[in-house]
């Protein structure tokens, strides 16, 4: 609960994408295998503050933006 409250601020402060998110959200220098997992979540929190219509999505020349 508290990476998913801190994901919403980090969309808040400006317009970004899952992988911006990712990166501020864990610990630098992930291997690949948890750079992946991390994404997969990232993913998985940005899509449920969507769907609980607390942030938005836009496409944007192929690239998902969250906006708050």
């Given at each position: ?5 801190d ?48 942030i ?12 708050a």
């Amino acid at each position: 609960e508290r990476r998913l409250l801190d994901m919403a601020e980090l969309v808040r402060a400006g317009d970004t994408n899952a992988w911006q998110v990712m990166l501020q959200s864990f610990r630098p220098n992930l291997d690949a295998a948890d750079a992946r997992l991390a994404f997969l979540e990232t993913i998985s929190h940005l899509e449920h503050l969507r769907v609980s219509g607390r942030i938005q999505v836009e496409d944007r020349d192929g690239i998902l933006v969250y906006t708050a």
